[in-house]
C-alpha cells in the first residue's frame, strides 16, 4: 500500500523546513552504494503512534519578489492540491496573517482537501497570545500553535493531521492494475510514449472518484493486461511552468514512485545517463520498486551497427551498477518500434517484485550455497544461518535466522541474493536480505 502524502505549504520563511525537520527527525541515511535521495529534505517518512505517510515539503525555493512568491505559492498550493491527502498551510505568528496567506487559504479550501492550520513561531508555552485568534479568520477551522524550533504544539498538529487521513480508502484503492510510472527528465520523450500507448489502446482516463487518489492518472487496457499510468495527465499536459523548476518535477517523480509498482527510468538516446536519472532510480531502488530502464529515441542514433544496442547498453551497467538487476529496453517513442515490448517486460517485473518463493525451495537453495562457498568466519567463529523464509514481497524480503549478525557481511549478503536470482530469476526487482539472530 502506498503511504498517504502530506504537504507543507507557506511563505518563504515561515518555518516549513523546520518544521519539516522536526517532524520527520534528523534520520540519517542507510544506504550503502546506492546515490539516493534520502537526504533531500523535501520528502521523507514521518511515523505518528504507529502510524505512517510522507511528509512533502512543497517550498524550498528562493524569494525574489513579492509576485515571484505569489505564483510560487500559487505552484506549492497546486501541487499540494493535486497530489496530497492532506495539507498543512503553515503561518507566522509573528507576521500575523498577509495578503499570501489569505490568497493561499481560499484556494485551499477551494480545493475541499483535508487541510491542517498550522501557526507557527508559537514559542512561549502556555496560552496564545491574542494576535494568535487573528488566525481564524483564514476561515481553516482551529488553527494550531506551534513551535517548530522548540517542538511545542507538535504532537497536537500530528494529531490532527493523522485524524484527517483516511487510512481505509488507501488500502481500497490497491486494484488487479499493475501501476506505473514512467520517469525521466523533461525532453526525454515521457508524454510521446504515453500519447503512443495510449493513441493506440483503448483508453479510460481515470476520473473514478473514491477509486484513485489521482485524477491525472490513465488507465490501459490492452492484450497484455491492465496498467494504471500514474501521473501521466502531469506529463501530457507539459505545464512547461510547473515542471521546468526542477524541485516541483522531482517532488513529482518521487511522489509518482511512491504510487507505483514499476517504474520505467527513462533515458534519452543521444544525450545516455545524467546525475538526475540515477537519483531518481536511487529512489525508485530504494522504495523496492520494479525497475526498467527505457533508452528512448532509438531511432535518432546515427550509424548503428550491430553492436551499438549491446555497447550502449555495457556502459549503461555501470551507471546503473547499483541496481545490477535492472532490464533495458530500447525502443522510439516517435516510430514505435519495440515499444511494445514495453509491456511483457513491465508484466515480468511486477511478477518478479511480487514473487514469492516457498520456504522449502529457499532450504534447499541455502543449503546448496553454503556447501558451495563457505560462510565467514571471525576468530575462530564461523558464520551459520541457520534457515532463510520469504515473509513478505514487493520487494521480495527474506529473513535469515543467524548465529550473528556481524559475521554476516555485506558480500556474504550479496552472495546469497545473486544465488536467490540464479535459481529464481528475479530480474527488475530489488530484493532485501535481513538477517536475524538466533543464539
Ligand atoms: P521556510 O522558508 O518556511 O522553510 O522557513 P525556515 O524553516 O527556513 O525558517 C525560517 C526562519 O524562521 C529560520 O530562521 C528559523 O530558525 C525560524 N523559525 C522556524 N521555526 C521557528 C519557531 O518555531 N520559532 C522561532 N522563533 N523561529 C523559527
Ligand atoms: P517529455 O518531456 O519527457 O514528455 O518528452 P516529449 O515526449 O515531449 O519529447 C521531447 C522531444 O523529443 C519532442 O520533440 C519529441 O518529438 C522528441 N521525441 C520523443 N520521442 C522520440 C523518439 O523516439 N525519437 C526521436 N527522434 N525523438 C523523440
Redesign the pocket.
Known amino acids: 500500500m502506498s503511504k498517504p502524502i502530506v504537504a507543507v505549504v ?12 522536526k517532524l520527520t527527525g534528523q534520520r540519517l541515511a542507510i544506504v550503502e552504494d546506492t546515490p539516493g535521495v534520502t537526504r533531500d529534505r523535501i520528502y521523507a517518512p514521518c511515523e505518528w503512534l504507529g502510524q505512517e505517510f510522507m511528509l512533502v ?1 512543497t ?2 525555493i528562493e524569494p525574489f519578489s513579492d509576485d515571484v512568491i505569489l505564483s510560487q505559492m500559487r505552484r506549492q498550493a497546486q501541487l499540494a492540491i493535486d497530489k496530497a491527502d492532506v495539507i498543512i498551510l ?1 503561518t ?1 505568528l ?1 507576521s500575523g496573517v498577509t495578503a499570501t496567506d489569505q490568497e493561499v487559504a481560499s484556494m485551499l479550501l477551494k480545493s475541499r482537501k483535508p487541510l491542517v492550520l498550522c501557526v ?4 512561549r508555552v502556555g496560552d496564545p497570545p491574542p494576535e494568535f485568534y487573528e488566525f481564524y479568520n483564514l476561515g481553516l477551522g482551529d488553527p494550531i500553535a ?5 517542538g511545542h504544539g507538535t504532537g497536537d498538529l500530528l494529531d490532527t493531521v493523522c485524524a484527517k487521513i483516511d487510512f481505509s480508502r488507501l488500502a481500497r484503492e490497491e486494484g488487479d492494475r499493475i501501476s506505473v510510472a514512467i520517469i525521466g527528465k523533461p525532453n526525454v520523450g515521457k508524454s510521446s510514449l504515453v500519447n503512443r500507448i495510449a493513441g493506440e489502446e483503448r483508453t479510460i482516463v481515470s476520473e473514478i472518484a473514491g477509486t484513485t487518489r489521482d485524477a491525472t492518472d490513465t488507465e490501459i487496457d490492452n492484450a497484455h493486461g491492465r496498467y494504471l499510468f500514474i501521473d501521466t495527465a502531469g506529463i501530457r499536459r507539459k505545464s512547461k511552468v510547473t515542471d521546468s523548476i526542477e524541485h516541483f518535477s522531482v517532488l513529482r517523480a518521487y511522489m509518482a514512485v511512491d504510487r507505483a509498482q514499476v517504474c520505467v527510468i527513462m533515458i534519452d538516446a543521444t544525450e545516455g545517463f545524467t546525475e538526475q536519472d540515477s537519483k531518481i532510480a536511487g529512489y525508485a531502488h530504494e522504495q523496492g520498486k520494479g525497475c526498467i530502464v527505457a533508452v528512448n529515441k532509438w531511432d535518432a542514433v546515427e550509424d548503428k551497427n550491430d553492436r551499438t544496442m549491446q555497447e550502449f547498453q555495457k556502459k549503461l551497467e555501470q551507471d546503473f551498477s547499483f541496481m545490477s538487476y535492472v532490464p533495458f529496453i530500447f525502443f522510439s517513442a516517435r516510430t514505435g518500434q519495440r515499444v511494445d515490448n514495453l509491456f511483457p517486460l513491465i508484466n515480468q517485473v511486477a511478477a518478479n517484485n511480487a514473487m514469492r518463493i516457498t520456504t522449502g525451495a529457499l532450504n534447499d537453495l541455502l543449503a546448496h550455497a553454503t556447501a558451495r562457498v563457505q560462510p565467514p568466519s571471525d576468530k575462530g567463529k564461523r558464520l551459520k544461518i541457520y534457515y532463510i523464509t520469504q515473509p513478505s514481497t514487493c520487494p521480495p524480503s527474506f529473513v535469515c535466522f543467524v548465529n550473528s549478525k556481524e559475521l554476516f557481511h555485506f558480500s556474504y549478503q550479496r552472495y546469497l541474493e545473486n544465488q536467490i536470482r540464479e535459481s529464481f530469476g528475479l530480474s527488475g526487482t530489488p530484493v532485501r536480505i535481513i538477517a536475524r539472530e538466533r543464539g
Open positions: 507557506g511563505r518563504p520563511n515561515v518555518g516549513k523546513s523546520t518544521l519539516f525537520n515539503d517550498g524550498g503553515v507566522d509573528r507557527n513561531k508559537c514559542d506551534v513551535s517548530s524550533v522548540h
